[in-house]
């Protein structure tokens, strides 16, 4: 499977948690491998109880 690296800022919300995430991908990982963990990360930050809305964006690493 391709490399994946992430990158996670986050913003206090009152008492909840508000997540940005970054993932780089490998040059060679296609379109549908990328969204496929995008959205696996989602669903998984969107389970934590103070979590309240995640964005996950993915995109191609630039030195691969």
Known sequence: APEVRFG???HLLG????LEVILE???GATV???HEIAEHVRRRLEE???VVHV???SIPRADS
């Not at 008492?15 to 508000?18: F, I, P, V």
């Open 8 to 10: 996670v800022t986050g």
């Open 15 to 18: 008492s909840q948690l508000q």
């Open 32 to 34: 549908a491998f990328a």
């Open 48 to 50: 934590e109880e103070d």
């Open 55 to 57: 964005a996950v964006r």
């Open 25 to 27: 991908t490998e040059g």
